[in-house]
C-alpha cells in the first residue's frame, strides 16, 4: 500500500509501530499508564458524544489575553485616520434623526447644532469619552463566576444575533421560534468556551414583535447563569430589560453595576435614529453598557475603499459614544464595528474576504488608542449551509479578530446565511473554533517545563517522545482537542458511517440538548419575573412592529 | 416577512430600493454606466463559470507584502529559544545516518564527531549558514515572467505535496495517476493565485516508483511554464530533475541560476537519512535550492510542549542547512517547517489548531532572524472530504502563514486527510483563498483615493455611496470577489440547485480541465526531453520501491 508523505515517514521512523503512532499511544497507555483513569468512559454512543463534547482547555470566565495584538499600521497611519474622521464630524457631521435630546447635550457640550445635523468641532467627542467612558467594565452575571470583565486584555466571546430564521439538518431553514431561541440559551450555557448568553440569539417569531423581548430576557435569565444582551427595538422595551434585571439583580445592585450590555447600531452613513438612541439613552442612564456599532456593507453605507470605510466607522463610533457620555458620564459603552464588503459585483454582502479583516484589524487599533473596549465578529459567513464557505469565511474572520484583540466577540458561534440564519451545527462547529481561540490567546509556555530541555536528553535522535517522562506528565492536557473534528483515520472513519462536519455535529447538539440541565434560579425571582411578564404583556394589545 | 438584522438596516436606510443593494447597483450600471464595458459576457453556463474564476486581483509572479509581520514572541522569548537549541546541537547532537561526506565537512568546520552522531560547538551552525545562505534568492521558471523570488517580503504560493490518493465528488477516493498528476498541473497552471508548479502534487501511483520521477518532472515542464520542485526520493533522481532541467535551460544556465526548489525533510527527532542528505547534496552542488524541513507530529517526534517543539525544530533545520552550506557555500536554502500536533488521546495527526500556529509563528521570526526564507504550510486538514472541518483547519494555518511571513508556502491547495489525499474540489476552494491572501499581503492603500473623503463630502450622512463619483472610479476592482463562494440571497442559490461549495467546485475544476491551452514549449526541447527519458527509463528495470 501506498502511504503518504506524512505515514511513510512515520513508518520509517518507527518501525516497531508500523508507523501507527496510534498504536504506539496504545502500548503507552496500556502497558506504562494503566494506573491512571481512562479518560474515555465506557458506555453506548451517547456517552462517546458526551465526551467529545469535553475539552483539554480549561475555561475561564474570560479569555485573559497573553499574545501581542497584530498591529497592521503604524502611527502615522492611524493618525491620518484619525484626522480623517474628525475631518467628517467637523465638516459633515451626524445625523440625530428625531432626538431633541442629543441636540441639546451636544449643544451644551460645544457641538454646531443645524437641525437634526450636528456638527463636532475636532477633537471634541474624543475628549468627552476619553474624560469620563471606561476603559474596562465588569458585566455581573446572577451567577457571579459567570462575570465578565470587558475591556482590557480580555476577550469574551458571544454567540450571533438577530437571524430570523434557524437552520438544522433535519428540519432544514424555517422561521426561528422561542423554542429556538432557548434551545440556544441552553446549548452557550453548555459551551464553557461561551463567556456570554448574547441577546436575540434567534428571532422568536411565533411571539408578537412588541412582546417577544420579554420572553427573550427571561430565558437568558432562566435557562442560563451567564450575563446576557438587552432588547434594543424601542426604549420601553429597553425599560422592561432593565426592570426585569432588577427583579434578579436588586434595584440598587442594577444601578450601581453594570447587568446588561446592549447593541446599538448606526444607520450608516452618519446617522442614528430615535429607536436605537432611545434605547441607548436608557440603558446609559441606569449605568448599563450599550456597545455603539456603525453597521457597514462597504460600498453602499460607506466608500468602496478600506480606508474610507474605517474613517467613517471611527467618526460614527465616536459621535455616538459621546452621546451616551453625556447622558451619563461614565456609563460604559463599547467601540463596535460591523463591516461586510458588498460585491459591487452582485450587490451582496460577502465576509470572511481581506479587506474586512484589514477593517477590523485598524478598527481594533483605533479603539485602544481612544481606551475603549472594542467589539467585533465573529463567525461570520454568507453560505447558506454548514460547508466549507461558511467555515472558511468564519475561520478568516475569528483569526482576525483574534489578532486585532477584539474584547466582545459578537456572533462567535451560529451564524450562517449573513446573519440571516442562526445555524445548529454551525453553533456545534463555532463553539469549537471559538474553544481553539482561548488557546492561541494563551501563547507559549516559555516555563521549564514549557522548554522540554528534560525530553531532549531522555529521548535523544532517532526515538520518539511517545514513552518519555516528560510526554507522560503533559500528554493528557497537551493539544488542543477538537470536539467536531474527526482526525480518526480514513477506513475508521468510514467505518462510522463516512460522516462529515454536519453530521457530526448534528448528534452533538441533540446530545446536548437531552443532556442540558436547568441552572438553578431562586423560586421567588422566578415568579416575580413571570408576573412582571404577565401584568406587562396584559397592559397593552400584540403587535407586529 | 421577517428580515434580519442586515436587512432590516438596508431597509430602512435606502427605501427606494427595497432594501437591495442589488436593484441599487442595477440602476446605477444601467442608468449610469451604460457605456462601460459589460463585466459579465453572455454565453450559457460555462461562460458563466469561466467567468467566475476571473478575479479583481492582479497577480504578480509573488505576492510582494505591504504588511507587518505578526511577532508572537519578544527578543527575549526567541533568544532562549535559539538558546536551547545550540543546547540541543551541542549536548545532544543530530545522527546524518550512513552519509560519511556529512562527517568529512562538519569534522573539517569544528564539530564534534562520534560516528554518526555529530555535535556542534555552540553558534557553529548558525556561522556557516550566516556567512554564505543567501537571504532570498530567484528560481528562474522557463516563462521569465514566472519566475520567483523566495526569501524577503516574498509569498510564494504552492499546491499541496506527497499525496498517493486523489478525491472528487464524482469517482470518490482513490488511488492518483499521471493523469491526476497532470491535471494539478494544469490547474495549478491556470490559478493566477499560485506562484509555482509544486512538486509531487500527487503520486502517479500507476507509474513505477523508480521511474515515475521522469513523468513528473516533464509534466512540470510541458504542462506548465511556472517553477517546479525536483525529486528527491533517491540522489540519481535529483541527478535525473538536474539533467532535465539542463535540457529546458542549458547546462550553464542552470550551474549559475537556480531552477529548481526541492523538499528534504528531517527524520525528526534529530535524524537526517542518507536518501535525503543523498538528493540534498546533488541539488546544492548543482546551485539548486534545498527546503530543510524538519517534519514534526509534536508529541511523538518532538516534545509534547509549543516550545519544546520549536525548539527541536530550530536546531533540525540549522544542522541541515549548514550541512547544505558546507557541501556549496552559497547554494540556496529554506528553512522548512512542518508541525501538526499529534492527538495525544488518539494519536492521531491534528491540523488547524492553536498549538501548530504558535510553532508557526515562532519558526518565521526565527527564520528571519538567521536571514534566510522560510516554508511552511498552507492548507493543511485532517479532514476526509471538502467540508466545514476541511476550511476550518485549512483557513487557520493559512491566515497564520499569511501573518507569520512565510516564503514559500508549501500546500496551500488541495491538501485532504492530512496530506494522503490531493482532493480536486479542495483545489479549486483553496485557490480562492490563496488569491484572498494575495489582497490581504497588500495592505491598506492610504493614498488620497483610498481615504476617499471626496466620497464623504459627496454622499453626506442618511444617503448610500453606490452613485457616487468615487464609487463608480473604484467599484470594478473594489473589495475581493471570491471565484467559489455562492454570496447570492437563499432564493437564488435555491433556485439554481441549493448547492454545497464542493459541488460548485467541482464543476469549475471541470470547466478549467476543458479550458486548459497549454503553454509553448519549444519542440526540440520537447523532444530532448522526450528522449532523455526513454533512453534513461530503458537503462535499468521497474521498480516499486
Redesign the interface.
Known amino acids: 500500500m ?6 511513510h ?2 513508518a ?3 518501525p516497531r509501530h508500523d508507523g ?7 502500548a503507552i497507555n496500556g502497558v506504562h499508564m494503566d494506573n491512571r483513569p481512562r ?2 468512559s465506557s458506555g453506548g454512543r451517547s456517552a462517546k458524544l458526551a465526551q467529545r463534547q469535553r475539552s483539554s482547555v480549561e475555561f475561564a470566565a474570560a479569555i485573559d489575553r497573553k ?2 495584538y ?4 503604524d502611527e502615522a ?1 492611524l493618525e ?1 485616520l484619525e484626522h ?1 474622521a474628525d ?2 464630524l467637523e ?5 440625530f ?1 428625531q432626538f431633541p435630546l442629543a441636540q441639546e447635550l451636544f449643544r451644551a457640550a460645544g457641538a454646531d447644532i443645524d437641525g437634526e ?1 450636528i456638527r463636532f468641532p475636532r477633537g471634541l467627542c474624543r475628549s468627552i469619552i476619553r474624560s469620563s467612558a471606561p476603559a474596562e467594565f465588569t458585566q455581573c452575571a446572577r451567577n457571579p463566576k459567570r462575570s465578565v470583565i470587558i475591556g482590557g486584555r480580555r476577550t469574551v466571546l458571544v454567540p450571533a ?5 434557524v437552520r438544522d439538518l433535519n428540519r432544514g ?1 424555517r ?1 426561528a421560534t422561542i423554542e429556538d431561541f432557548r434551545n440556544f440559551v441552553k446549548l452557550t450555557y453548555m459551551s464553557p468556551g461561551l463567556h456570554h448568553s448574547g441577546g436575540t440569539v434567534c ?1 422568536p ?1 411565533d411571539l408578537p414583535v412588541n412582546k417577544r423581548h420579554f420572553d427573550m430576557v427571561y430565558s437568558h435569565i432562566k435557562y442560563s447563569d451567564k450575563p446576557f444582551m438587552g432588547s434594543v427595538t424601542h426604549p420601553e422595551r429597553a425599560q422592561d430589560t432593565v426592570d426585569m434585571a432588577k427583579l434578579v439583580f436588586g434595584d440598587d445592585f442594577v444601578e450601581q453595576n453594570t447587568v446588561i450590555t446592549s447593541l446599538i ?1 448606526a ?5 442614528y ?1 430615535a429607536t436605537m438612541l432611545g434605547a441607548a439613552t436608557v440603558y446609559a442612564r441606569h449605568n448599563q453598557a450599550t456597545v455603539i456599532s456603525p ?1 457597514i ?12 470605510t474605517i ?2 466607522i471611527l467618526a460614527e463610533a465616536l459621535a455616538g459614544m459621546a452621546y451616551i457620555q453625556l447622558v451619563r458620564p461614565g456609563a460604559p459603552v463599547v467601540f463596535g464595528t460591523f463591516a ?11 465576509f ?4 474586512p ?2 477593517v477590523l484589524y ?1 478598527a481594533a487599533a483605533l479603539a485602544r488608542r481612544l481606551g475603549v473596549p472594542f467589539r467585533s465578529g465573529g463567525g461570520l459567513c ?15 474572520t475569528m ?2 479578530a483574534a ?1 486585532a484583540g477584539v474584547n466582545f466577540m459578537l456572533h462567535i458561534a451560529g451564524w450562517l ?5 442562526m445555524g445548529y451545527e454551525k453553533f456545534i ?1 463555532d463553539v ?2 471559538a474553544n ?2 482561548a ?2 490567546l494563551q ?4 516555563s521549564e ?5 528534560d ?3 531522555e ?8 514513552g ?1 517522562a ?2 507522560q506528565a ?3 492536557t ?5 470536539t ?7 477506513e475508521q ?2 467505518s462510522e458511517g ?1 460522516l ?3 453530521a457530526r455535529a448534528n448528534k452533538m447538539w441533540k446530545t446536548m440538548l437531552d443532556e442540558y440541565e436547568m441552572p438553578e434560579l431562586d423560586p421567588s425571582i422566578d415568579e416575580a419575573l413571570l408576573n412582571y411578564m404577565q401584568r406587562r404583556k396584559a397592559e397593552f394589545a400584540d403587535r407586529d412592529y
Do not use: C
Not at 444607520?267 to 446617522?271: A, E
Not at 470572511?352 to 479587506?355: D, K, M
Not at 497537551?478 to 477538537?482: E, L, P
Open positions: 501506498q502511504r503518504g508523505e506524512i505515514w515517514t512515520l520509517r521512523r518507527h501507527s503512532i496510534g498504536n504506539a499511544l496504545i479518560r474515555r499574545i501581542p497584530y498591529e497592521l499600521l497611519g491620518l480623517n475631518t467628517l465638516e459633515i457631521g451626524v445625523d434623526k445635523r444575533y438577530g437571524s430570523p430564521f431553514r422561521y428571532e417569531v447600531n444607520n450608516s452613513p452618519l446617522t435614529d453597521f456593507l462597504a460600498g453602499a453605507m460607506s466608500p468602496v475603499t478600506v480606508a474610507g474613517t467613517q461586510a464588503a458588498l460585491s459591487m459585483q452582485s450587490g451582496a454582502p460577502t470572511g474576504t481581506p479587506e479583516s484589514l485598524t454568507a453560505s447558506k449551509v454548514p460547508d466549507a464557505q461558511a467555515a472558511y469565511e468564519s475561520a478568516n483569526q482576525t489578532l446565511e449573513g446573519g440571516l440564519v462547529m469549537d473554533q481553539m481561540l488557546v492561541l501563547g507559549m509556555d516559555l517545563n514549557g522548554q522540554a530541555n525530553a531532549f536528553r529521548v535523544g535522535p532517532g526515538s520518539h517522545y511517545l518519555a516528560h510526554t503533559n500528554f493528557e497537551a493539544f488542543y482537542r477538537s467536531v473534528a474527526d482526525n480518526n483515520s480514513f472513519w468510514e463516512s462529515d462536519t454536519a
